[in-house]
């Protein structure tokens, strides 16, 4: 399979207890992004990285989440101190950094149910 | 504020029946604007976008959608509806800068659900 990745595909957790998502993208693509979708609501942008670098972040983005791409390759999303408002869908999406013929592919997501 | 309005929560058309999910954006200029589909436990996937040119645009799955800049729409239509097209449907809209469609604003998704 040579899509997006993202595991786990399901995480339940005890509020108060940090997480940590994994995002693998398409191997050629540079450029990786969070998402996060809650239910009844459409995708809402967290960040994105080109390579290793975090060039944006959403202000939903709290001091709680830390996204990193260390090699530029693979993603990690944790969530520290888990509050039941973080249950949501988290989406991982890459695509190449250039012009408006790039597109975004999607991951299946992590399902993140705090409880 | 730059944002998606998609008017219908959930939709049911018969088998064979035409389809047309409307999408609204407010943007400060022309955006790059897309439609996804979103199966059950599924990721997104593109269906079109529209960058420049032709307001009419062809995408996959014999889905098209026409962008008219005088009413800030871009509907989404299919002649022919298939029971296999059950699934939500998000309209977005993603900045003219830096080339990438990864940073997008979503609207709040159409479900769709299909009569046989």
């Known amino acids: 399979d040579t899509g997006v990745s993202q595991d786990p595909r399901h995480k339940i957790t005890k509020r108060g207890q940090n997480v940590t998502f994994r995002c693998d993208p398409i191997?050629?693509?540079?450029?990786l992004y969070w998402y996060r979708q809650t239910l009844g609501q459409g995708p809402e942008f967290l960040t994105y990285f080109q390579n290793e670098a975090q060039l944006e972040k959403s202000r939903l983005l709290s001091d709680r989440f830390s996204a990193e791409r260390p090699k530029g390759s693979f993603s990690t999303l944790e969530i520290q101190r888990t509050e039941q408002g973080d249950s949501a869908m988290y989406l991982c999406a890459s695509s190449l950094a250039g012009g408006p013929n790039t597109e975004a592919f999607f991951g299946q997501g992590t399902r993140l149910t705090v409880v | 504020a730059q944002s998606v309005t998609q008017p219908d929560i959930h939709i049911t058309v018969s088998e064979g029946a035409s389809l047309e999910l409307r999408c609204n954006y407010s943007y400060g200029a022309t955006p790059y604007l897309f439609w996804y589909v979103q199966s059950p436990g599924q990721g997104l996937q593109l269906l079109l976008k529209y960058f420049s040119g032709d307001t009419l645009v062809q995408g996959i799955k014999g889905f098209e959608a026409e962008f008219k800049r005088s009413q800030s729409s871009f509907n989404l239509r299919k002649p022919s509806v298939h029971w296999s097209d059950a699934a939500e449907y998000f309209c977005?809209?993603?900045?003219?800068?830096?080339?990438?469609?990864?940073?997008?604003?979503f609207g709040k998704g159409t479900k769709l659900s299909v009569k046989p």
């Open positions: 191997s050629e693509h540079n450029r």
């Open positions: 977005a809209v993603g900045a003219r800068y830096g080339g990438s469609q990864g940073n997008l604003i």
